[in-house]
């Protein structure tokens, strides 16, 4: 195979950039098992205290993550972000205002290999979230395994992040006054098996837990797609019926992360590796719906609200994908 090197004099802002992309892309797949390995080490060395204390910090602080996380504005309005938005670039697109004095649940649609768009719209500054819905704060699911990571869980809770358990989502939901939104990737881990580039397949035919989640807490639902996020990573064919799908489906039920096989580029060449692409995201946040709070909902007004959702994210998709160059005779492919 022959290797494409990037040249000699590539711009230093660009050299930046990837740089920035490096530690996210590390941060993704390496840190956590790294802490992990970290705080055992720690305990057979002259700097065991570090980790005696550190459990002892985490015994108190162990309810944190379920009770809204602990984000640091400091941190996620570093100029860094900027140059990780710039790599790709990552825009977010505002289609409809949301009144601050409502709760939302933001559908985000496809999670995509590594769900970049949804890092950088919601939980970083450098797009512009908080300039284009004032008084709302953003908090993005991840998977509650990443939040049982010593050291890795304050890591990721510094960007807002908060688990993806029903109790946890709900937390800020239930707070009264409203500016609370809910970023949840529906596809979750299994929809990020079917993120090949240009796919438009959403893993959401079945999903209605957050369908339910929205009105037992009467908070509005935001449909959003994310142009473009299935188009960083090249992955290694996998249609349903294969063994390479059955296996790794069979994973992800054993240990609720998947794992695709993805490739695109390196740090010094274009040819190879775990670094994205550099292609264009374009994150469109739809309109939102107007949910009435309903304590227990029946299996019909579940239906009913599940059915207007996929209508209403159908819709963005078609309103603006000619914008975003994808083709007029593709459509959404609800899984």
Known sequence: ????????????????????????????????????????????????????????????????????????????????????????????????????????????????????????????YATGFRQMFPGLTGHLLMLPLWFRAPFFRDYIMCAGLIPSDKESASYPLRRRGGGNAVV????????????????????LAKK????????ENGAYLVPTFSFGENELFDQVENPRGTWLRWTQERLQ????????????????????????????????????????????PTAEQLDALHQHYMDELSNLFEEHKCNYGVDPDMHLSFV
């Open 1 to 124: 195979m022959k290797i494409d090197f990037a040249p000699m004099d590539v711009p230093f802002q660009r050299r930046l950039q990837t740089a920035v992309v490096v530690l996210w892309v590390f941060s993704f797949l390496a840190l956590a098992p790294l802490c992990i390995l970290l705080y055992f080490y720690l305990l057979f060395t002259p700097y065991w205290s570090i980790s005696v204390l550190y459990s002892v910090w985490w015994f108190f602080d162990f309810d944190t993550p379920a009770r809204g996380g602990r984000r640091v504005p400091f941190l996620c309005g570093l100029r860094l972000w900027e140059h990780f938005r710039d790599y790709f670039p990552i825009k977010l697109v505002k289609t409809a205002d949301l009144d601050p004095k409502v709760n939302y649940v933001i559908g985000f649609h496809p999670h995509g290999v590594l769900v970049a768009g949804a890092f950088s719209n919601f939980c970083s």
């Open 253 to 296: 039920s054993i240990m609720g992360i998947s794992l695709p096989l993805f490739h695109a580029r390196g740090i010094f060449q274009y040819s190879f590796g775990l670094m994205p692409y550099r292609k264009p995201i374009s994150t469109v946040v739809g309109r939102p719906i107007k949910v009435k709070r309903t304590e227990k």
């Open 184 to 203: 949840i990737a529906v596809g979750g881990a299994p929809e990020a098996l079917d993120a090949h580039p240009g796919t438009y397949n959403v893993l």
């Open 208 to 215: 209605k837990g957050f369908i339910k989640m929205a009105m």
